[in-house]
C-alpha cells in the first residue's frame, strides 16, 4: 500500500496535468482581481459615497465572479478521474478508497485555500487604491477578518464542488447545478424565502464580507454554515467513492 505522502504527491503531479483545472485556479485569482480593480476604478468612490453603503462589502464584490470559477476548479479537478477509465486506474494503484478520496480532497483544499486567500488580500488591497478617502485599511474593523474569510469562502465553494462531482460523476453536471443556483436562485429564495435563504452555502459565506453582518447569522457562523454544506458533499462523495464500481 502507497504511503499518505506518495499518494498526495501522485494527486499533485495529475491535478497540474489537468489543463481546465489549472486554468479555472488561475481563473479564480486573475478574474476576481480584475474584476475588482475595474469596479473599484470606475463607479467604486460614487458607491461609496452613497448613505449606509457597506464599503467592506463592496470591496469584495468581485469574490461573486471568482466563486464561479473556484467551483469550476473543483468540479474540473476531480471529473478527470471519470474520463476514459482514469478512476480504475488510480483505484487499481491506490485500492484504500479513503486514502484515494482524502488525498486527492486534501490536495484540492489545499491549493484552493493558498489561491482563495491569496485572492482575498490581493482584490482588496489593488482595489483600495482607487477609493480615495474611502479606502479602507488592514487595521479597519472587520478587513482582516474579511480578508481572510473571503480566501476561506473560496475554497469552501471548491470543496462543495468537488465533493458534489463525485457523486454526480460529471463536472458538466455540477457546474449545470451550481453556477444557475448561484447566480440566479440564490437571489430569487433570497427574495422569497426570508431567513432560510441566509443558510443557503453561498449567502452564508458571504456574511463574513460585510463589515457588521445582519440577520440571523453572524460572520463566522455564516461561514461555518458554509463549512457544513462543503462537508456533507464531501462525505456524499466519499460514501458513493466507496459503494459504486469503478
Known amino acids: 500500500m502507497p504511503s499518505t505522502t506518495a499518494v498526495m504527491r501522485s494527486e499533485w503531479i495529475k491535478l497540474r ?6 486554468g479555472s485556479l488561475v481563473a479564480v485569482f486573475v478574474a ?7 469596479t473599484a476604478a470606475t463607479i467604486g468612490q460614487d458607491e461609496a459615497g452613497d448613505e ?17 470559477a473556484a467551483v469550476a476548479f473543483g468540479a474540473t479537478a476531480v471529473s478527470s478521474e471519470y474520463l476514459n477509465g482514469a478512476l480504475r486506474v488510480s483505484l487499481a494503484a491506490v485500492p484504500d478508497r479513503t486514502l484515494f478520496y482524502t488525498a486527492k480532497m486534501t490536495v484540492v ?4 485555500v493558498a ?22 485599511g488592514l487595521g479597519d474593523p472587520g478587513v482582516l477578518r474579511a480578508c481572510a474569510g473571503g480566501g476561506l469562502y473560496l475554497a469552501l465553494m471548491a470543496l462543495f464542488a468537488a ?15 451550481l453556477i444557475p443556483f448561484i447566480l440566479i436562485v440564490s437571489f430569487i429564495i433570497g427574495d422569497m424565502a426570508g431567513t432560510v ?9 458571504q456574511q463574513v464580507l460585510h463589515q457588521d453582518p445582519v440577520g440571523t447569522l453572524g460572520a463566522w457562523s455564516g461561514l461555518a454554515v458554509t463549512a457544513a454544506w462543503a462537508a456533507a458533499a464531501l462525505l456524499a462523495g466519499w460514501w458513493a467513492l466507496r459503494r459504486r464500481d469503478a
Open 17 to 22: 496535468s489537468v489543463r481546465a483545472g489549472t
Open 52 to 68: 449606509g453603503a457597506d464599503l467592506l462589502f463592496g470591496a469584495f464584490s468581485a469574490l461573486s465572479f471568482g466563486q464561479i
Open 115 to 136: 489561491v482563495g486567500l491569496l485572492t482575498s488580500f490581493v482584490t482588496f488591497f489593488s482595489g483600495q487604491v482607487f477609493m480615495g478617502r474611502h479606502a479602507l
Open 32 to 38: 476576481t482581481v480584475a474584476v475588482g480593480v475595474l
Open 197 to 205: 435563504a441566509e443558510f443557503l452555502p453561498d449567502k452564508a459565506g
Open 163 to 177: 465533493g458534489l462531482t463525485v457523486v454526480l460523476r460529471s463536472a458538466v453536471a455540477t457546474l449545470s447545478l
Open 109 to 112: 483544499g489545499g491549493l484552493a
